[in-house]
């Protein structure tokens, strides 16, 4: 399976899911349904687009995704391998 594997194609699906996420719109429910709702949707966008913000390196069977977490003012000159992509 790791032969046929395309890490930036998976990243891109990711990216795409983040964007559907933010794009879904709000079913007709109220009250505590409606703040899982919401809660589960932004949970829903944060693993996405980490994901779709992670560079990926597929070494020997190994997918390895490397995301940068720090605010954008803390990256260093050694992270710029790490930055991530536009969404």
């Given at each position: 399976m790791a032969e046929a594997l395309d890490v930036d194609a998976m990243i891109e699906?990711?990216?795409a899911r983040a964007?559907?996420?933010r794009q879904r719109p709000l079913p007709p429910v109220e009250g505590?349904?409606?703040k899982r709702f919401v809660d589960q949707m932004r949970v829903d966008f944060?693993?996405?687009?980490?994901?779709?913000?992670a560079v990926g390196h597929l070494d020997g069977g190994?997918?390895?995704l490397t995301i940068d977490l720090?605010?954008?003012p803390d990256r260093g000159a050694g992270a710029?391998?790490?930055t991530p992509r536009e969404r």
């Open positions: 699906r990711f990216r964007r559907a996420v505590p349904e409606r944060q693993d996405y687009a980490m994901i779709g913000d190994i997918l390895t720090r605010p954008e710029a391998a790490a």
